[in-house]
């Protein structure tokens, strides 16, 4: 026993660890389960994407964008954190081609920045993100420009309304109408002191150009400059030029304002598209690039400007890549930069030479759709560019000289699906071992558990490591472990697989704040949400992505390789649904055409009769053809994968009702008991059946919302209900678990609001009895009337717009269920547990006490937002979370959220509270410091008493 | 009484007289009369008889084999109020209620075995039913007790946990994107 002759150690040991345990004391639990990966979209145009001074005093520049999921801000180029963001337009945003036409974001005066969308005007405090004015005009919004002498924004409405308005007030300085509301607006170019307006007049096919004083809104001179025929377009033109651009279908025309003057370049059919790019009023940069079919080619041109007349000066040199330009001017020359995957390189605008190339240290994970750059010449002649580059798959980077300095993952604010992919059953292997031990012979089975305890000896050098590290991590912050598969014992550990819009495939984790695991591309250029079946969990660790036009990925979802490709062919509005062989792991994919009499087909196209067993007790079931309802069939697999589908069943809605939504039970929804326990000890059972679809169909003639509760198996209607004064143009949503569902939709009747209605069904109204819940089977097609489940509602009137609903999960089904609302006014994810949303409280009256000891409270209508415990997301302000996806962990308690949109926001939830785990607000140190502190006092007092009891014999 | 029997057997089933013979050299103080206990002494000398000695037992065996019956309402009371809430006194106490008749069945030969004769050993069969009977009820009270904590699976609820869903004969794949 050296310790006993030195207790000092234990003084240093004791205090070194109290002294490194400090750091970890303090910080909020909320921030530490859950993540928020913030973001803001791709930014949809290189004219809406600039650095910018947020405040004239300050040195250094923030970027500024506007995304393709109208969400403007400022990121910090230095880190790639975001600075501030504000949303554009309250409603959702679906297709990007177009939005760039309506939506942009311009420099304003004093560190201000204004955003257009659609008919909306605002303008933004550059360094705070705050709104300064907002003006919202009555038709869409051609083109606005600041005029900083005057200190006015003018606005141009399509109709040709010009309006000014006070930068500082936005009150109106004055409004002019530009040709009697025939013509229509297009852009402002600003030379000088004149305003030139270019509008086109549809009936007289002329292009027209009206100088406007900025003063005062005069109309000065009109011109007619030229032929506007109807095949052209505008092209969007740098407002410091003295010249307009418009198109059409083999020429673009740059015609100089307030003459005839039009000089016209021919473009190749082959030119994909091109953009005008100017930093002063003299020159005029011109990129092209085409995409033939087999390579991309991309150049540029520089044009200068004198007197009006529009010269050719130099041309850089025509590549077969793919690479982007950007003109800047820093003050010390004016230079393009051209990037592609590979480098970055400089061009002068005077002597059309490369000055200066950067080679990147790899290759860009995809190609470049626009860039916008900073080029700064040192006076020692050193040259040094900052370019923000958007890539094709829909990500930002910034890359600063020859580094790569940050990439957003903003592709993920585009996704159009997302699935859970389990990691852990990927290692859960040991439960069929188990199994499979427990049906073979004693010997056998000896013999295999040995040879497993010994195979698993190679875990025990990483076990004894981890759990030097949890000891470890008890005293201080957990470090961060790399994000290879290691051992997640709570199962907390999920990958989320997002298809995005850009046809990426991407996975995140949620153990790991939403960090990106692994992308892939799969070789589309845009996926939209039509575009996709589904994401399909196809055994262990794989994932199916199945497209409308027939391909499907395999995907190892935990290394992102791509294992397979391949085509099916499959009708568009066909629906795509996974079987299951219930003997053996096989899975197929098969997809039912809405057609009525075209076979369908399954994939893999093997092993007919196993599918043909997985098939037969089953009843497939999709939307009819035009969505007028719900069909089911049952198929037969026939050789070349092909299945014959025969037809069961159809639900179709009367003349007037439209299809809201479908929804069914989640795939894992345990049923844990099926009863609920009175206060007085009887039982109400509950109505049990796996194969609920509940139908939302609204009628706008009638104003109301049907709903129908079907069994998929026999097509049979178990329940309906019928909402009468609903605002059926709003959001109707719904979930539905175990053996009740929510739904909310906007009332206009007295109680006008959102209204939450909650229905359980029983399987009887009356108590103790079970009616046929208690047969050893049960078949969906003999369900005489009386057996039709016994429903009550109760409705809550909530106080904003849900525009999703979702259900916690958990492994067995024990803990009581939390629905989960996204709420996008209040910028937050809540979850309302099951026991408040409980249509059994008493109504009008006080609980009694029964009642209560079943944990009945009593009814309010109005269901207000508990911010404290229901929000989710805490603090946090989640922009655009419109879908809510969960997963249950390996911990009965413990469910896993992810709501994804725009934001990506994950979170565990416990809806019963953390029963099975110890939470952080447990001292594992004071436990540890009192056993350690008992530990040395008996060492101490040990040879005391010794002593003294041997003293004490002596004396006797 | 034909038997003569040894002074010490005489000795020891007269109940000796209450007080130690006063040596008689030493008188009486006045007023003292030795009169009234002497009486008695005398009455206590004849024995009484077997039959007498018998009804004195079954009196003796009723007494303790209602012993419990008065201790009935106050379990009753006790139990009453200790509420149904499972306490460690309530716990406790219902434990006792069982735990004491239980004990008590178990050694009702021992209990009544003093009163036990060839005459009494009839007799004493009523009273012992008798005793059993109290035990039981006041088992009876402790079951009363558990089943109002909600011990006894007596309810519908009791049993759920051992009832499962039926197992569907079809199955259902949907989807309905």
């Not at chain 1, 937050?828 to 000891?853: C, D, M, Q, Y």
Request: one cysteine or more; aromatic letters at 8%; charged letters at 20%.
């Amino acid at each position: 026993m050296w310790l006993r002759h030195n207790p000092l150690h234990y003084f240093l040991l004791a205090g070194s660890l109290l002294s490194s345990s400090c750091q970890a004391v303090f910080s909020d639990e909320a921030f530490h389960t859950d993540f928020q990966v913030q973001l803001f979209g791709t930014a949809l145009d290189p004219s809406s994407t600039f650095f910018h001074q947020a405040a004239a005093g300050k040195t250094g520049s923030l970027l500024y964008t506007l995304s393709n999921r109208l969400v403007i801000g400022a990121i910090n180029p230095k880190d790639g954190a975001q600075v501030w963001r504000q949303r554009l337009g309250e409603g959702t945003v679906s297709e990007s081609e177009e939005l760039s036409k309506s939506a942009w974001l311009r420099k304003s005066k004093d560190g201000r920045i204004v955003s257009v969308f659609d008919k909306a005007i605002a303008l933004w405090d550059a360094a705070t993100g705050r709104a300064v004015w907002e003006y919202s005009a009555s038709v869409t919004v051609a083109d606005v420009i600041t005029l900083e002498a005057e200190n006015l924004l003018v606005v141009a409405l399509k109709g040709g309304e010009v309006k000014a308005i006070k930068l500082a007030s936005g009150e109106i300085a004055w409004e002019t109408l530009v040709g009697e509301g025939r013509d229509v607006a297009s852009n402002f170019n600003l030379v000088g002191d004149r305003l030139f307006l270019t509008l086109s007049e549809p009936a007289a096919t002329a292009l027209k150009t009206v100088v406007i004083s900025p003063a005062t809104g005069a109309q000065l001179e009109t011109f007619i400059d030229g032929v506007f025929g109807q095949s052209d377009n505008h092209v969007s033109t740098p407002q410091m030029l003295p010249i307009t651009a418009f198109r059409d279908s083999d020429q673009l025309k740059l015609n100089t304002l307030g003459t005839k003057q039009t000089k016209s370049l021919g473009v190749d059919s082959t030119v994909h598209d091109y953009r005008l790019h100017s930093v002063t009023q003299d020159t005029l940069f011109i990129e092209y690039w085409a995409k033939s079919p087999d390579s991309a080619t991309s150049w540029a041109d520089f044009y200068t400007i004198k007197d009006g007349v529009v010269t050719k000066k130099t041309s850089l040199p025509y590549e077969n890549a793919i690479s982007v330009f950007s003109l800047s001017d820093s003050g010390s020359g004016i230079f393009a930069t051209r990037v592609n995957r590979a480098e970055i390189r400089i061009y002068d605008a005077e002597s059309e030479n490369q000055v200066k190339a950067f080679e990147l240290p790899k290759l860009l994970p995809a190609e470049p759709l626009h860039v916008v750059a900073e080029v700064v010449k040192r006076k020692d002649g050193a040259i040094a560019v900052r370019a923000a580059v958007t890539l094709a798959d829909g990500n930002m980077v910034l890359v600063r000289n020859d580094q790569i300095v940050w990439t957003r993952q903003e592709a993920l604010a585009s996704a159009v699906a997302a699935e859970f992919v389990d990691v852990h059953e990927v290692e859960d292997t040991l439960e069929k071992t188990l199994h499979a031990e427990e049906t073979s012979n004693l010997v056998t089975a000896y013999i295999k558990r040995v040879t497993r305890h010994i195979e698993e000896l190679k875990y025990l050098p990483g076990w004894i490591a981890g759990f030097q590290e949890s000891i470890l991590g008890i005293f201080g912050p957990a470090t961060p472990t790399d994000t290879a598969i290691t051992k997640d014992p709570f199962g907390y550990r999920k990958f989320v697989v997002l298809v995005t819009r850009f046809g990426w495939v991407t996975a995140i984790d949620t153990a790991n704040r939403g960090e990106v695991v692994w992308t892939i591309n799969l070789g589309k250029t845009e996926i939209l949400e039509k575009d996709i079946k589904g994401i399909f969990h196809f055994g262990k660790g794989v994932v199916l992505v199945v497209l409308t036009s027939g391909d499907i990925y395999k995907i190892d979802a935990i290394t992102g390789k791509g294992l397979k490709r391949t085509a099916i062919q499959i009708l568009p509005s066909a629906s795509v649904m996974t079987v299951e062989s219930p003997t053996s792991d096989d899975r197929w994919i098969i997809a039912i055409p809405a057609r009525e009499s075209v076979k369908g087909w399954f994939w893999p196209d093997e092993k007919e009769e196993e599918l043909t067993k997985a098939l037969s007790k089953a009843t497939l079931s999709r939307k009819c053809e035009g969505s007028t309802g719900i069909c089911g069939y049952t198929a037969k697999p026939i050789i070349g994968g092909r299945l014959i589908l025969t037809p069961t069943w159809s639900f179709r809605l009367p003349q007037n009702q439209k299809v809201v939504s479908i929804s069914t039970r989640p795939a894992h929804d345990p049923i844990a008991s099926i009863g609920k326990v009175l206060g007085d000890r009887s039982v109400m059972y509950k109505y049990v059946n796996p194969h609920l679809a509940l139908l939302i169909a609204s009628a706008p003639s009638s104003s109301s919302i049907y709903l129908y509760l079907l069994d998929t198996v026999s097509g049979a209607i178990l329940h309906t209900s019928i909402q009468t004064d609903a605002d059926t143009t709003r959001p109707i949503v719904a979930t539905i678990a175990e053996n009740w569902y929510v739904y909310s939709y906007y009332s206009n009747s007295d109680a006008r609001g959102t209204q939450l209605v909650v229905t359980d069904f029983y399987a009887s109204a009356t108590k103790n009895d079970p009616a046929r819940l208690l047969q050893q089977n049960i078949s969906s097609y003999d369900q005489p009337r009386s057996t039709s489940p016994y429903g009550i509602s109760q409705a809550f009137v909530f106080p904003h717009p849900i525009t999703s609903l979702a259900t916690t999960t958990t492994r067995q089904g024990i803990t009581t269920r939390a629905v989960l609302l996204s709420v996008p006014k209040l910028g937050s994810l809540l979850a309302i547990n099951k026991r408040t949303l409980e249509p059994r409280r008493p109504v009008g009256r006080e609980p009694t006490a029964e009642e209560k000891e079943e944990g009945l409270f009593k009814y309010e209508p109005y269901l207000g937002v508990d911010h404290g415990r229901a929000s989710l997301s805490h603090i946090r302000d989640l922009v655009g979370v419109e879908k809510i996806i969960t997963t249950p962990s390996l911990l009965e308690s413990t469910s896993i959220v992810v709501g994804w949109g725009i934001d990506i926001f994950g979170t565990r939830t416990n809806p019963s509270e953390a029963f099975d785990v110890l939470g952080r607000g447990f001292n594992k140190l004071a436990l540890i410091g009192s056993v350690l502190a008992v530990g040395v006092g008996t060492l101490f007092l040990r040879p005391m008493v010794r002593k003294k009891q041997i003293g004490q014999r002596w004396a006797q | 009484m034909a038997l003569s029997q040894p002074a010490w057997v005489i000795d020891l089933k007269t109940s000796p007289s209450s007080r130690p013979k006063a040596p008689s050299n030493v008188a009486d103080p006045p007023g003292y009369s030795t009169s009234g206990s002497s009486k008695k002494s005398q009455k206590q000398i004849t024995p009484p008889t077997q039959a007498e000695t018998d009804d004195l037992k079954i009196k003796k065996a009723w007494e303790v084999a209602l012993a419990p019956a008065k201790s009935l309402p106050m379990n009753m009371i006790m139990m009453y109020m200790s509420g149904n809430t499972l306490q460690i006194f309530s716990i406790m106490m219902t434990a006792m209620l069982f735990m004491n008749p239980l004990r008590a069945l178990s050694s009702v030969g021992n209990t009544f075995s003093k009163f036990d004769g060839e005459a009494t050993h009839g007799r004493l069969l009523t009273v012992k039913l008798a005793y059993i009977g109290l035990q039981i009820l006041t088992i009876v009270i402790g079951i009363w007790k558990v089943n109002a904590m909600g011990l006894l699976p007596t309810t519908r609820s009791d049993w759920l946990a051992w009832e499962h869903a039926p197992v569907p004969l079809e199955t259902s794949i949907s989807n309905f994107r």
